[in-house]
């Protein structure tokens, strides 16, 4: 079969490799749709630590295929089938895997980064991401380019599980890339009262006011404090989310934080510099909630797949482009663009 193997930094190939069989308790996908994140960009790079040097292995955790081969033991599917893989897979028996948070796992596998994942023609599920649920049933009807970016969206609605929104709040999304157009989509969702996003490049700004920003803020052009505090007569924001990898993002969270107000550093930092200037009064005297999210559990994909099988979030809009196996080079180039938003390869 055809796949997208990672050779190291900036190079990877389109190649023929030998198709992956299930053997017992595991199963075979035919790969639809496979979307490009972040991750894979930072994969293709050689910046991440899970390709190390020397690695040879298939990117692409984002995937929505058919089943094609059932191994022995394996029950509750069909051949045919359309299904979301989710990527995460736990030890299953640790703290962190029995309370549902097999993100977290220490020994945790995830497709497409520690094994072969989905930029491929056919991709191996192992036994033990079928036996921790990782395999969505999607209906017929959705686009399987959209129901691949369950994934991302999935991380989104954890991060957003983790401060809350609730109907009215004031929600100040920073950095409206593909994540912070998701996390636009659902406050609006959840109910928030006013999303305003603050964006520097115009393009990304118009297309976080096409998926229901209530106010967009250029904060190079514009004093984001003073804009914040105008808009909320002084009151600051409820939620904040920074879907940017900027440190001064989350050093200002504390500042335009309303009192109580809840923060989600959704977007983590270059791993050399990882520090920020904390002002940690204004987290004592405003009674700040700070959080952290990282990845997704399955049980995340589970609650993403309801919201868009059942149209509360349309993420059709997301997906930019689709390219073959044969065009992945240039889906990897067209993931560059920050014009685009998702790159999809559809083997
Ligand atoms: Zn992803
Ligand atoms: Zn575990």
């Given at each position: 079969m055809k796949a997208v193997v990672y050779h190291g930094p900036e190079d990877i190939r389109v190649e023929e490799v030998p198709k992956p069989t299930a053997e017992p308790g595991e199963m075979v996908i035919k790969v639809i749709s496979a979307s490009i994140c972040g991750t894979d960009m930072r994969i293709y790079h050689g910046?991440?630590?899970?390709?190390?040097?020397g690695t040879r292995r298939i990117p692409g955790h984002e995937v929505v295929g058919t089943i094609s081969e059932l191994g022995a033991d394996v029950q509750g599917y069909t051949i045919g089938q359309v299904v979301f893989v989710a990527p995460n897979m736990g030890c299953g028996h640790c703290d962190q895997c029995v309370k549902g948070?097999?993100?977290?796992?220490?020994n945790y596998d995830a497709i497409g980064v520690t094994i072969d994942g989905g930029f491929a023609e056919y991709l191996r599920v192992p036994e033990n991401a079928i036996r921790q649920g990782n395999i969505i049933p999607i209906s017929e009807d959705v686009d399987p380019a959209v129901a691949a970016l369950l994934e991302p969206f999935a991380c989104v609605l954890r991060g957003q599980n983790a401060v809350n929104i609730l109907p009215g709040d004031v929600v100040l999304v920073i950095g409206a890339g593909p994540i912070g157009i998701m996390h636009v989509k659902l406050a609006k969702a959840r109910g928030a009262g006013l999303v305003i996003v603050s964006e520097p490049l115009d393009f990304r700004a118009n297309q976080a006011k096409n998926a229901g920003a209530d106010v967009t803020i250029n904060p190079i052009e514009q004093n984001l404090q003073s804009e914040i505090e105008q808009l909320t007569v002084g009151k600051g924001a409820d939620v904040i989310i920074t879907a940017a990898p900027v440190h001064s993002a989350q050093e200002s969270a504390l500042q335009l934080a309303a009192i109580g107000g809840r923060i989600n550093f959704f977007g983590g930092l270059p791993k050399d510099r990882p520090t920020i200037q904390f002002d940690s009064n204004a987290v004592h005297y405003k009674e700040l909630v700070i959080t952290g999210t990282t990845a997704c559990s399955t049980a995340d994909c589970w609650q993403a797949s309801r919201l868009v099988t059942q149209g509360v979030?349309?993420?059709?809009?997301?997906?930019s482009k689709r390219f073959t196996i044969d065009q992945a080079l240039e889906a990897f180039e067209a993931a560059q663009n920050?014009?685009?938003?998702k790159i999809v390869i559809e083997p």
């Open positions: 910046q991440h630590r899970m390709y190390p040097e948070n097999n993100n977290l796992c220490k979030v349309d993420l059709s809009d997301l997906v920050r014009e685009s938003l």
